[in-house]
């Protein structure tokens, strides 16, 4: 566990009114023995929807060790719940800006091929690229558990565990990134290194992008920072090219990290066009 916001009742405050329920969509919150009370703290973002519906002031916010909040474990709730709870929660999560918890939850409808009851909900993925036309593949899949086929004497194995990798397509809090030392790789690194499976991708998460022609950086950045503040990635690769173009890739990486709340290591490793590692250092941000 580790320090979060997260929502707290004051039960002396509380009369059992039972306003706060219906705006607390994530099902965080119930009335147990004529108090509301939080009964999962999975179920509450922290984001404190409920607080300004409690007549008596019995709800605030604090910071605590708390359980990590599980965007898939509430969207299991609410689908339960009908169509106007899951649109009230997409709503909420797009009020308070909380992008990578937007993606998963629609992620989690697309998966279980449930209508996404949200206005303006294909902008929201043409902006953040999560799942473009609902295209089957860019649906996320968290394949770290399988084993490996074959032997090294009839395959070359593949330390690839998770899809998918572009950092436009990949959740920032997948399962995959949770608590992992990640690897953001420009897209020709991997073409240029030979083992660039067997010494940099072993037992990462891994996201690639490309600095001079992808567009919507900014959204990298977002990204980046969710890694770290909501994943709590452990430590972050950039594998960039030795051209110019490339350096933009760290930039952003850095950018991320000095606007997150959390502090992490990250290491700069250039790569020469002929496939050779030219420099590698762990870097200040």
């Known amino acids: 566990m580790a320090k979060r916001k997260i929502v707290e009742i004051i039960e002396e405050k509380c009369n059992g ?76 999560l797009k009020d308070h800006n909380e992008t990578g918890f937007l993606n998963e939850a629609v992620d989690y ?45 009839d395959v070359k194995e593949s330390y690839l565990k998770q899809w998918p990798v572009q950092l436009h397509l990949v959740s920032p809090t997948a399962p995959y990134f949770q608590s992992k030392d990640v690897l953001l790789a420009a897209d020709c690194v991997a073409y240029a290194l030979g083992d660039f499976h067997k010494n940099f991708l072993k037992g990462k998460g891994v996201a690639i992008a490309c600095p001079k022609l992808d567009s919507e950086q ?20 950039v594998a960039i090219m030795e051209v110019p173009c490339c350096r933009g890739l760290l930039e952003i990486a850095k950018k991320a990290v000095k606007q997150a709340k959390r502090k992490i290591p990250v290491k700069s490793v250039v790569v020469g066009i002929k496939g050779k590692i030219l420099n590698e250092e762990w870097v200040n941000v």
């Open 218 to 237: 900014e959204i990298y950045v977002e990204k980046i920072k969710a890694m770290i503040d909501e994943a709590r990635i452990n430590t972050l690769t």
């Open 109 to 153: 409808l697309r998966e279980k091929k449930i209508d996404i009851p949200f206005p303006g909900e294909e902008d929201i993925s043409k902006k953040n690229r999560e799942t473009p036309c609902s295209c089957p593949g860019s649906r996320m899949m968290d394949f770290s558990a399988e084993e490996s086929e074959g032997s090294e004497e």
């Open 17 to 92: 009114c039972g306003l706060c329920i219906p705006n607390c969509p994530e099902g965080a919150l119930q009335i147990i023995d004529g108090k509301a009370r939080l009964v999962s703290d999975l179920f509450c973002d922290g984001l404190g929807a409920c607080l300004g519906h409690c007549p008596q002031g019995a709800i605030k916010v604090i910071e605590r060790e708390a359980e990590p909040y599980s965007e898939r474990k509430v969207m299991a709730n609410i689908v339960k719940q009908g169509r106007n709870v899951v649109k009230a929660h997409l709503k909420h």
